[in-house]
């Protein structure tokens, strides 16, 4: 619920920004690539869906499913932090950084703290891996599983609100 | 397909995909940019309610935490719009 109140509170605070600069906000939005925003959102609810699928597995008492697909979640969520750095090294590339201007302000201090979620995330992902192979999870007990579940959909919520405010709001 | 569309998580999923598409789509055009960016805030609100009732399962969750996470989806859904209509 922390997060949920401090990102509310950053996401307030950008569109409130917005509209006092939207002429700069407008120009600087144009030069990132929404293909990557898109290919990062289709990453990362896919990867969440595929958590979903592995809480199911655990409940069924499928174990190797569940670190199957705990383990394509991963995947997907390092495809997230690869095509960000792709992003980041553009930017920077073109001489464009966080005192740009304050849209580049928002984008690189917003996405950072995410990322930073999706990295504590991921982490988490690989623990609770680790703990399915030893056959933690199963029918009557998936608590666990369920948990590190909800961080990791929780930081998709959170980049579903992102996308649509840095890469879709015209 | 059929057995995917069964479960409502994998149908989840799939909407989720096709919104995403769908609002690229929608910020690709020009001349309706105001309208297109609220109509992405207002199906990233419908994305972010599919993850947290289908996803999280918040749909089975005690009425409490369905409630605090409903309200706040809401509240900065309709802040956020407001900003960008107003």
């Known amino acids: 619920m ?33 293909n990557l925003g898109v290919a990062n959102t289709l990453l990362l609810v896919t990867s969440s869906w595929a958590v979903v699928r592995a809480v199911e597995a655990a409940r069924a008492d499928c ?17 997230f932090v690869a095509v960000k750095c792709v992003e980041y090294s553009a930017k920077f590339a073109a001489g464009i950084d966080m005192i740009t ?8 201090s917003l996405t950072m703290i ?4 999706v990295l504590g995330g991921t982490v988490i992902l690989v623990v609770t891996r680790q703990n399915a192979k030893r056959g933690a999870y199963h029918r009557a007990d998936t608590k666990g599983l369920e948990a590190g579940a909800c961080y990791w959909h929780l930081v998709d919520l959170l980049w579903i609100f992102l996308f649509a405010l840095l890469y879709l709001l015209r | 397909v059929t057995k995917l569309l069964q479960s409502r998580s994998d149908r989840a999923w799939l909407l989720l995909v096709l919104a995403t598409l769908a609002t690229s789509c929608l910020a690709s055009q020009r ?5 297109a960016g609220a109509t992405a805030l207002l199906i990233a609100y419908a994305k972010a309610r599919m993850v947290v009732l289908d996803f999280m399962e ?4 005690p009425f409490v935490w369905r409630a605090m996470t409903e309200a706040w989806l809401l ?12």
């Open chain 1, 101 to 108: 201007n304050t849209f580049y302000m928002f984008y690189f």
């Open chain 1, 63 to 79: 174990y190797a499913a569940v670190v199957r697909r705990l383990g394509i979640a991963i995947a997907l969520a390092l495809a």
């Open chain 2, 31 to 35: 001349g309706i940019e105001r309208y």
């Open chain 1, 2 to 34: 922390a997060e949920l109140v401090m990102f509310g509170a950053f996401f307030v605070a950008y569109v409130f920004h917005r509209r006092t600069e939207i002429e700069v906000f407008d120009t600087a939005q144009a030069t990132l690539d929404l």
């Open chain 1, 114 to 117: 995410h990322l930073a979620h």
């Open chain 2, 58 to 61: 918040l749909r089975q969750a």
């Open chain 2, 75 to 86: 509240i900065i859904s309709l802040t956020l719009l407001a900003f960008v209509l107003l």
